[in-house]
DNA sequence: AGACTTTCTTGATGCGGATCAAGTCATTTT
DNA sequence: AAAATGACTTGATCCGCATCAAGAAAGTCT
């Protein structure tokens, strides 16, 4: 808020030329001065707790956020208080694309544990991608990257098993942890089974029995939300092997 | 391609500023001398024959497209021949936004009846918008769209009847012609049942007994592809009456 | 026109996953 | 520590839609 620079622990930890998140979100591929500039225009707020909303559906959009610890939680609240989540974010990704279209948030974001973002005014970070062409490319890609995202999404949700759906969702934790420098195989997941269910389109039930399933095969060790990963070639053939099945699809 | 400018019915005929499409497509919201700088990057080929492609997924990028006529399907192919249908694409609509991303295709196009589009070219595009803040901006607002109407395919996908997907569907078609200046209750649609079914994670024979289901209802008559809605209320009250039904996804 | 192919429709059957119901375990409240 | 609450699991049952099968209608080819 207040334009006197003043020096703290804060401003030095949270600058994005130190940020090991650089790789994942907008500074990727900006040179440094680049960098300084998208730097300029950040604001960094208090965390966020469990349960608190970034923003809700509705809401006046004014800025994009990049998660930088902790994770997130966007779903579409429909008219009778149900909801579809959308997805869960980790650290480095970048949320609140959707909102641009008609400056007001179509979805909501909640914070599944305490989380810190970054916020990028999107005014501001339009007229710099005016005069910095390499960050407007990667606005464009991101955008891009996001359509092509929801595009598997879709896939996902119009023809895979049930089985299918949660080694998916699994691999595409493992990964992205893995991304982040974590262990792709043992990591805690912050949301409820019911969270799981409502994002793959199934039942609590239907989750709960699989994680069972999945353990009885020796495909993982799960325990609440604790999950270790025991074979990993094994669950990319379950993603493979069944949409290879599904020829249901052929025209 | 041969850069002599030639006086022509076709080159009259097709630019933007007279299309009547300008207000669906890139041209909305920029000042008649945009327009015209815009219209300078635009080609237009020759037109595509039913089941030809524009793209194939692996091709590279170079073009966004919008569609002047006729209709597109994009489908994106997976491993073993299959597809995943991602959109019926109308005039005025622009395609291959996913392939920004990494300069190549992620997904198909395919013509469903014979069909014309303009072509832009889009580092030519890019360069402009970085001097066109208007131009800019309408980008980020189109990409940003393109995301929230895959949000709502998740929804659909996710929580919705077979029911609710085709009256959804069709409800759609309804209003994008509307918006066209086409009857919203009497039209044809050019593509076959099994890609309607695709589309929305149905199976072909399930969306014939729908068709079959709502005619004995007396909410439209169907003859193949030419489709008269008959009581288009009531087809929206099935959108909402069965999506407030289901409130499964209360966390 | 006749043969063939493709698309669509309709009926019969079966299965995957939703729903219902109850119990277990963890966490919070008092 | 006991009680209450919420998250997760497990079992039983049910239903929506996929699948299988066959026929009808339309379009294509010769």
Redesign the pocket.
């Known amino acids: 808020m207040t334009s006197r620079k003043v020096i703290s622990f804060e401003n030095i930890k949270v600058a994005c030329k130190n940020c090991s998140l650089a790789t994942l979100c907008l500074p990727m591929g900006l040179t440094p001065d680049d960098v300084e500039r998208l730097d300029g225009i950040i604001k960094r707020g208090r965390p966020y707790h469990r349960g608190d909303h970034l923003y809700r559906g509705g809401d006046k959009f004014h800025s994009l956020r990049v998660i930088t610890s902790g994770s997130v939680k966007t779903y579409s609240p429909n008219e009778d208080g149900g909801e579809q989540v959308l997805g869960f974010h980790l650290p480095g990704e970048l949320i609140g694309l959707d909102a641009i279209q008609d400056d007001n948030h179509t979805c909501s974001a909640i914070a599944l544990e305490t989380t810190a973002v970054c916020e990028i005014p999107f005014s501001q970070l339009e007229s710099l991608s005016c005069i910095m062409p390499s960050l407007q490319h990667q606005m464009y890609r991101l955008l891009s990257r996001e359509i092509g995202q929801e595009t598997e999404m879709l896939t996902l949700l119009g023809k895979?098993?049930?089985?299918?759906?949660l080694a998916t969702f699994l691999l595409s934790f493992s990964e992205r942890f893995k991304q982040r420098g974590f262990s792709a195989s043992d990591f805690f997941?912050s949301?409820?089974?019911?969270?799981?269910?409502n994002y793959?389109?199934?039942?609590?039930?239907?989750?709960?029995?699989l994680?069972?399933r999945f353990?009885d095969e020796n495909l993982l060790h799960?325990?609440?939300?604790h999950v270790q990963l025991l074979n990993i070639p094994r669950l990319y053939d379950i993603v493979q092997a069944d949409s290879a099945k599904?020829s249901?699809s052929r025209?």
Request: aromatic residues 2%; positive net charge; glycine residues 6%.
């Open positions: 895979k098993s049930a089985e299918e759906r997941l949301m409820s089974r019911h969270e799981i269910g793959l389109g199934l039942a609590v039930e239907t989750v709960s029995r994680f069972t353990q799960v325990e609440r939300k599904s249901q025209i």
